[in-house]
């Protein structure tokens, strides 16, 4: 008997510590993730829609909608208040002991976005031990690992923020940085975007923001899918994109806070770049006041020819 509860002892110290070491790496494999599950402490938050959730997820996992982290139509980067994102987190089960694991559908590199948002959401409240699946729910299924309807039941937490300003960039604190020599600006969107050849909706004007350096979202996935590239391969990337001296401080930024959400995750948790901020609002709140120094902006006549095309092609 001794030497059975002995064994059982060392398993259950094996099986901690193994959760412990994943708390702290930001992104896991479907592998590394399935023997967490029987942890109290790991939280594993799916953020699809709810008609996905409820037709298979990751057993134990909890339904938060990647829409209920954004804000409102006009500006859906903007951060939700933070007494609704407090009692969501609650409502969760998640505190500041947990180790939350976000998992979205895994489509695509696009569709990494939404994760990367609500990790950085979740760490700007002040949680510390924050994981994203490499590769979603798509990955974990590709592996052959199971998934149920059950929904779990939640005690809520009590959770307090502390939010992390130093990952947030204001519009005002944007505004100062523009061409500041110890300040990197960088625009995550694809190429047209950024050239002022294509345009959000929520975006006022084409262009970017005056002094913006361009690294696509897209660069940090094995090509065709939402598989995260190997840190290494990842530095390399950050190397090649972003050559010279790491800057004192670097902001991303796209049209939304969406995309700009998978670089501030690349570079500061993957590559390990300090001081790295995100832009919630982006170019959706930035591009209102044409007083903000903008470039790649056309011309007002191509604006509107461009806009005759769109409405005629």
Known sequence: MKILSAFLGGAALTVAAASSAWAGQPLLTPAELSPLLTQATVRVIDIRPADAYASGHIPGAVSAPYAQWRGPADNPGQLPPLDRLTQQVRALGVD???????????????????????????????????SILNGGVKAWADAGLAQDKAVPAVTASSFQAHPDDSILATTDQVAAQVGQPGTRL?????????????????????????????????????????????????????????????????????NTGHWAATDWFALSEVVGVKNVRLYPESLAEWSQDPSRPMQNVPSRGTQILDKVKGLFG
């Open 186 to 254: 960088v625009d995550a969107r694809p190429l047209d975007f950024y050239l002022g050849k294509t345009k959000a909706p929520t975006a006022q004007v084409p262009g970017t923001i005056q002094g913006a350096v361009n690294v696509e979202n897209g660069r940090w996935f094995k090509p065709g899918t939402s598989i995260f590239v190997p840190p290494e391969q990842a530095r390399k990337i950050a190397a090649e994109l972003l050559p010279g001296e790491q800057a004192a401080e670097t902001i991303s930024f796209c």
């Open 96 to 130: 500041t002991g947990t180790h939350a694991v976000v998992v979205s559908s895994g489509a695509d590199s696009t569709d990494f976005g939404a994760s990367a948002r609500v990790y950085w959401t979740l760490k700007y409240l002040g949680l510390k031990d924050l």
